[in-house]
Structure formats: structure tokens, C-alpha cells
């Protein structure tokens, strides 16, 4: 296996510190930037993010034109405390709202694309108890400083929050060693140089976002690095070493389901490309069991294979963006 | 005077419509750990932020308290100095994420001092907001190694070396909104500690107990008849020790401070508790040492000080409660040299010094205008001719 894209691409937070660089080369470039923040239930963490990105990269050095946040219909105060920071708030159903409706992060990222401005959208999740704004720099610094990079993934350490006040140093990226690298391991080998390819921080170029589909659920982390890696290759992806990502502890089982959908997901990619026939339809539930008293009951957790089209062949978007 | 008090409402909203820049400096400067000489990270921290600013001068002492200064119109008049500590109770591996909510910030710290030092690093932000200029120079400081055994060397030495006169001095504390401190108490503040011998082989089942070495400490100090003139107390704030529940505690500490408006009476009280110790020790036969960690002399403005009364007259004019207690802080560094100064809170908190200390936002507004009026006042004159 060729590890070159290894060495070229890998980058430090700190090689993009110098904001005023990237704020000039965004400015030469003519080009807007919007950041999408994905909400269900986030109101411990967003105000944080909100206020940290607006003032640094909004106010400060203006190399963010938009923040938006598409939210899946939280039940707690998300949504208020958006609003309290003048920062625009969807609900992702009110976006195109003649297409029928899911709800998934996919689904709020594919809809974003059709109401944010950027040339480049930068993707944060929404639970960073650490956030800081080179969480946005970073990502965005190889898109504007290598015209071949298209797109821009995170990797960092996890440390995982266990408690009041208390921090374990390890301990994230379960799913990525255990289900993503082994299939890629045995795939695609050339993309276990990706450190972590599920990490929900990545900043892409509308030209190329616009023109891959989006799973509606969990899978679209793994959706969107094999069809960019296809179409584009491999050197239109960057990573970018955060240092340090703090976020909640996730238990087995909600791992289990999240491993459950990106299967599935990268099952029916390489089942596209050709690379692997299933000879039977696979099953869209998810079985796991629970000891109640002395018995055991299941508990299904139900994962379809929606998957939105490339937004380009929506025609509400093409003219949005007036495309003919 | 006048013009600026009628002024100080409407920087409450003009302070406001920038929060979000002064939260950003709350949070981030406070996320980073810093315990008492360990405050590297925050301090390069404050200089990168002050120098993002690009005021005027940038850099630390010898102690290496990082100093930023905006240059005055005067040229001649003595400089005005803000400060705030850069230390915290909490260790280094304690989870410093902070929370933020529609209406308050939570972590540790967030009281003592990260609103303090958040906002001393956001007011050359503010001042270019309220398009505001000085005679005096200002000049901002967070100074190191102030809290505990730190003993506040940070401001002792940035005073100490400081060459020029100064011409007043506003030092920022968290919580809460409305003190207003312009005296400090006289304080010894020192620790005891009980070991029993241990011998190796068997140890005797009767041996003496430290705690209760130390309760017999505490049992002895409580009897001593302290004076209500001049205002004295002693105060138990820490003890540890012990081993487990059924093995007899061969160690003990005991931290306590004196405190009195009156230094002579500190040092009686001092020695008292010296005999007491002395006593107890021969009494039970184990080894009592005694260990001053800091000291301080008491100081203070008079009451209708032009400095006090004119902070007063500025809370009054943010329908602010002036609310007036004794401080051991910097203030009492800057009261010792001669040089008038007041401590001020900027907002109201709860759950001090616990991991989820609490800090309102919106109160902070007024905070931050009452103590750019204070410095607007000692900028017209309020501290010259004393």
C-alpha cells in the first residue's frame, strides 16, 4: 500500500493558526464559508460552540460568512438558546418541505447544502465540551491553502468525559477500530491513512458536496469518504490533527446501533461499486437484548437505508443556486 | 465626574451587544487549568489575546506577570492599574470544560477568577466599543501566585518593582457584584501539623490519635477570648487526615487563618495559638509543628476616601448596593504602598469553589460598566492630591 497521502496530507491545527492568511486567501478567492452545526437535544454544549465561533472566527477575523443550525427536533432548550445568540435555527423539516420527511444527522447535513451560502460548509457536531475555534480554522485551512484538497477531515485524541468532573485520557474512536478500519483494512487500504473517518468534523466544497448522496442516518461519514475517494481520489482529502476532542461517553449498546447503520451503509457502497455481491436482502433491524428480572427482551432498533440524492438533482436547489 | 456617571447606563448596552466576545475570553482563559504556580498557560494566554488587541505594549515582568498596557493621551500623568489573579484552587487534572447556558456560565473556577480575568482581557475590546481614551496610562495585569501559598507574590512583586508612581488601582474579583472593598484586615494565615511516631514492629493499641490532637488544637483556640475591638476572629477553613475508619490517625493538618483590623492584635493572637500549640504537644507527647504560609499587614482608604465615594456614586448610578467588607487580596499589596485602590465584583454566582460554580451573565454588564467607571473616575483626578 502506497502511505504517501499519509505524510502529504496529515496536518497540525497549529500549521493554520496564522487566521489573518486565511482570511486574506478566503478574501482573493472571492468565496464564501458557512458553518452547519447538527442538533438533537444539544442544549449543554451549543451555546458554547455558538459564542466561541462567532466571536473568534465571525467577529474577530471574519473568515466565517454564516453559522446555521439544522436541528432534528430537539425537546430540550436548543432552540431557544440558538436564538438567544441571533444565530439561525432550522428545523430540518421546514427545509424543502415538499420532499418527504426523515430524520437523521445526514439528513440535516444534505439539507443544509440547500440553506447555507458557503462555497465551503464546515461540519462541527454539536457535543464538544472542548470547542474551540480551530475546530473551524483547521478545517478550513487546507481547502483554501491546496487548490487539489476538496475536502477536509479531524482526527485527535478522545478523551472521554466518565463522570462529574473526572476525564478518562482514552477511550473514543471504539466504532472506527473496531468495524471502519477492519473494512477498510480489507477493502480499501488505501483509506485506513484516514485516522478517523468517522469524526463529525469535515469542511467540503459545495462542487463536491452537492454531487454525492447523502445517507440519512449514522452512515454518512463512511457514505461520503468512499464516494469522494471514487470519484476524486485520494488526493482531494486532507486531515487535520485537532489535538483533543471531549465529548460524551457513548454506552456499548448505542455504539452497537451506530456500527449496525454504518454497515449497512458501507455494505451497499461496495455493493454499488461492484466490489462485493450479497446474494440475499439484509435485514434493516438492529436486535439487541436486555435482562429484565430473569428474562431476557429484545429490543429492536429499526435503520433503513434511506439515502438522499446528490442535492444538485434536486430542482428546487438547481434553482436556488441557478443552476441550468 | 458628572458627565461619565450620567453616561454609565448606556455602556450597560453598549458593553452588552459585545457579550459574546467577552464570554469567549471567559471560557477560553479559564479552561485552562491553573493552579498556583502553575499559571504559564493562562498567562501566555493573556498575552496572546491582549496582543491580538494590539495595544500598545505587551509583556511580562521579571516575575513574569503578564502586563499589557494602553497608552494614555497625558504622556505625564501616573498609570492606572486593573489587575486581577491568574490562579485557581483547582488542580491541574480537575475537567476545566466549561458550561454555557442562555443565561450563565458553569465550572470550576468560573467565579474565582475566570469572569475576573475574562473581562480584564476583553476591556481593551470594550473601551474601543465605547470609544473611550485615558489621560493615564492603563495598565492591565494578571498576576501569578496569588492565592494561597502563592501569598499573593505575583502583585508583590510587580508593585516592588514598578518604577514610576501609580496613580490608582481597581482590582476585579468574580462575585460579587455590589462589594466594594477599600480596607484589608491584618492576616497570618499558617497550617499545623500532628504526626504521631510510628515504630517499626508492633504499634501500641493507645497510642495518641492526631485528630483528636488536632481537635484538642481547635477545642483550646475556641476557648481564647478574642476582642470585638479591635475586630479579631479566627477562622478553621481546612483539615485532613486520617488513614482509614478503624486505624488510629498517625497524621493530621489543620489550615487556619487570624484576622483582625489591627496587626498587633494578630501577632497576641498568633502567639496564644503558638502556646496552645506548645502546650498540647507536651501534653500528648507528639510533634506539633506550626508553619506560617502568608502574611499581611492591615491597611486601608478612610471611608470618605474620593476613590470610595466616587465608586459609590458610580454603583449608585447602576442602581448597584454598595456592600463594604474587609479583603485580603491585592487590594491590600496596593493599600500597604500607599496607593488607592478598590476591589470590585462583577457579577453574582453560586456554589463557590465547587466543580459546578455558577456565574450569572447578564449582571456581569453592570459589573464591567461600574468598573470602567471607576477607572474613569480615577482617570479625572478622584486619587491625586491624597
Redesign the interface.
Same mark, same amino acid.
Given at each position: 500500500m502506497n502511505s504517501e497521502w499519509l505524510k502529504k496530507y496529515t496536518f497540525h491545527y497549529s500549521e493554520f493558526m496564522d487566521l489573518n492568511l486565511l482570511v486574506e486567501k478566503k478574501r482573493d478567492r472571492k468565496i464564501k464559508i458557512s458553518l452547519c452545526l447538527p442538533t438533537l437535544n444539544e442544549?449543554?454544549?451549543i #451555546?458554547?460552540e455558538i459564542?466561541?465561533i462567532?466571536?473568534?472566527l465571525i467577529?474577530?477575523y471574519p473568515l466565517l460568512d454564516e453559522i446555521v443550525v439544522i436541528d432534528s427536533g430537539s425537546t430540550d432548550?436548543t432552540k431557544?438558546?440558538v436564538r438567544?445568540?441571533d444565530i439561525e435555527f432550522y428545523d430540518a423539516d421546514d427545509i424543502l418541505p415538499n420532499l418527504e420527511k426523515f430524520k437523521g444527522k445526514g439528513e440535516n447535513l444534505w439539507k443544509s447544502l440547500y440553506i447555507t451560502k458557503g462555497d465551503i460548509i464546515v461540519y462541527l457536531d454539536a457535543d464538544i465540551?472542548?470547542i474551540?475555534h480551530r475546530f473551524v480554522y483547521a478545517l478550513v485551512g487546507p481547502l483554501l491553502l491546496y487548490d487539489n484538497v476538496k475536502y477536509c477531515k479531524a482526527f485527535y485524541d478522545r478523551p472521554i #468525559?466518565i463522570g462529574?468532573?473526572?476525564?478518562r485520557p482514552t477511550g473514543g474512536g471504539r466504532v472506527t477500530e473496531l468495524v471502519i478500519r477492519p473494512l477498510f483494512s480489507l477493502f480499501f487500504p488505501e483509506l485506513t491513512q484516514i485516522i478517523q473517518p468517522l469524526s463529525g468534523e469535515y469542511a467540503g466544497c459545495r462542487e463536491l458536496l452537492e454531487s454525492i448522496p447523502f445517507p440519512i442516518g449514522y452512515g454518512v461519514e463512511t457514505s461520503m469518504i468512499l464516494d469522494i475517494y471514487k470519484e476524486w481520489g485520494l488526493d482531494a482529502i486532507a486531515q487535520v490533527d485537532l489535538e483533543k476532542r471531549?465529548h460524551r461517553n457513548q454506552d456499548t449498546k448505542a455504539l452497537g446501533k451506530m456500527s449496525f447503520a454504518i454497515l449497512k451503509t458501507f455494505l451497499n457502497r461496495i455493493e454499488k461499486l461492484g466490489i462485493l455481491d450479497i446474494k440475499k436482502d439484509t435485514f434493516n433491524e438492529m436486535i439487541q437484548y436486555y435482562l429484565v428480572k430473569d428474562e431476557y427482551h429484545p429490543d429492536l432498533y429499526k435503520i433503513d437505508d434511506l439515502e438522499r440524492p446528490p442535492i444538485i438533482e434536486i430542482p428546487e436547489y438547481r434553482k436556488k443556486f441557478n443552476i441550468k | 465626574m458628572e458627565n461619565y456617571l450620567e453616561k454609565l447606563p448606556s455602556f450597560v448596552d453598549e458593553i452588552k451587544s459585545i457579550k459574546e466576545t467577552i464570554i469567549t475570553n471567559i471560557v477560553l482563559i479559564g479552561q485552562i487549568p491553573s493552579p498556583t504556580f502553575k499559571e504559564k498557560r493562562r498567562a501566555q494566554f493573556f498575552m496572546e489575546r491582549l496582543a491580538e488587541c494590539q495595544i500598545d505594549e505587551c509583556t511580562t515582568d521579571g516575575y513574569r506577570n503578564p502586563i499589557g498596557i494602553i497608552r494614555g493621551t497625558s504622556g505625564a500623568k501616573p498609570p492606572i492599574f486593573v489587575v486581577t489573579h491568574l490562579d485557581t484552587f483547582f488542580t491541574q487534572d480537575t475537567d476545566h470544560n466549561y458550561v454555557v447556558k442562555e443565561d450563565s456560565i458553569i465550572g470550576p473556577g468560573i467565579t474565582d477568577n475566570s469572569v475576573g480575568l475574562g473581562v480584564l482581557i476583553s476591556l481593551p475590546e470594550i473601551f474601543q466599543k465605547l470609544n473611550l481614551r485615558f489621560e493615564s496610562d492603563i495598565v492591565l495585569a494578571g498576576v501569578i501566585q496569588s492565592i494561597g501559598k502563592g501569598n499573593l507574590r505575583g502583585i508583590r512583586h510587580l508593585l516592588k518593582t514598578w518604577s514610576t508612581p501609580i496613580r490608582g488601582a481597581v482590582c476585579i474579583e468574580g462575585v460579587e457584584l455590589g462589594r466594594i472593598n477599600y480596607y484589608s484586615d491584618g492576616m497570618i494565615r499558617s497550617e499545623v501539623e500532628c504526626n504521631i511516631s510510628t515504630v517499626n514492629g508492633c504499634e501500641p493499641k493507645f497510642k495518641p490519635n492526631a485528630i483528636l490532637v488536632l481537635n484538642e488544637v481547635i477545642n483550646r483556640i475556641l476557648r481564647l477570648r478574642l476582642p470585638q475591638r479591635p475586630r479579631s476572629r479566627v477562622i478553621f477553613g481546612k483539615i485532613k487526615g486520617g488513614f482509614s475508619h478503624g486505624v488510629i490517625a498517625y497524621e493530621a493538618k489543620l489550615g487556619f487563618e487570624i484576622q483582625s483590623d489591627s496587626d498587633k492584635m494578630v501577632k497576641e493572637i498568633y502567639n496564644d495559638i503558638k502556646d496552645i500549640i506548645a502546650g498540647v504537644s507536651h501534653k500528648y507527647e507528639v510533634e506539633l509543628k506550626l508553619k506560617t504560609i502568608s502574611s499581611l499587614y492591615a491597611s486601608k482608604l478612610r471611608y470618605n476616601h474620593p476613590l470610595v465615594k466616587s465608586a459609590g456614586e458610580v454603583m449608585k448610578e447602576l442602581d448597584l448596593k454598595p456592600v463594604s467588607e474587609p479583603c485580603e487580596s491585592e487590594l491590600s499589596i496596593f493599600l500597604f504602598r500607599k496607593i488607592p485602590a478598590v476591589t470590585l465584583g462583577i457579577t453574582r454566582g453560586e456554589n463557590y469553589h465547587q466543580q459546578d460554580n455558577r456565574m450569572e451573565i447578564e449582571p456581569m454588564f453592570k459589573g464591567i460598566a461600574q468598573i470602567i467607571g471607576v477607572i474613569m473616575a480615577i482617570d479625572s483626578g478622584v486619587c491625586d492630591e491624597q
Open positions: 442544549e449543554k454544549t #451555546a458554547k459564542i466561541i462567532k466571536s473568534e467577529t474577530r432548550n431557544k438558546i438567544a445568540y465540551k472542548n474551540h #468525559a462529574k468532573g473526572r476525564m471531549v | -
